[in-house]
Nanobody
Framework: QVQLVESGGGLVQPGGSLRLSCAAS????????MSWYGQAPGKERELVAS????????NYADSVKGRFTISRDNAKNTMYLQMNSLKPEDTAVYFC???????WGQGTLVTVSS
């Protein structure tokens, strides 16, 4: 019933930008905190950013502070991750997550390379 579908990944050069989207359905979107996780090749899945269900309180991994912005549009049931000043170390599969529901999207691949 709960569905999370990521989109927006792709190949980008260092210093470039991407905007990831997570389209959600099957739950009352505005009431749940949501997160973006990234999993780089050969590494564990790690929290990148999170946003609360109310008041848009956000948190970021130190590695992305000042470069990434998480947001949500409750009217569209969509969460976003604006990724600026991308670095090769940002290369990962990015997953949408609703932790309290143990729900994950399928992931979207971001590759940062010259």
């Amino acid at each position: 019933q709960v569905q999370l579908v990521e989109s927006g990944g792709g190949l980008v050069q260092p210093g470039g930008s991407l905007r990831l989207s997570c389209a959600a359905s099957g739950f009352t979107f505005s009431k749940y905190a949501m997160s973006w996780y990234g999993q780089a090749p050969g590494k564990e899945r790690e929290l990148v950013a999170s946003i609360s269900g109310a008041y848009d309180i956000t948190n970021y991994a130190d590695s992305v502070k000042g470069r990434f912005t998480i947001s949500r549009d409750n009217a569209k049931n969509t969460m976003y991750l604006q990724m600026n000043s991308l670095k090769p170390e940002d290369t990962a599969v990015y997953f949408c997550n609703v932790g309290s529901l143990d729900a994950w999207g399928q992931g979207t691949l971001v590759t940062v390379s010259s």
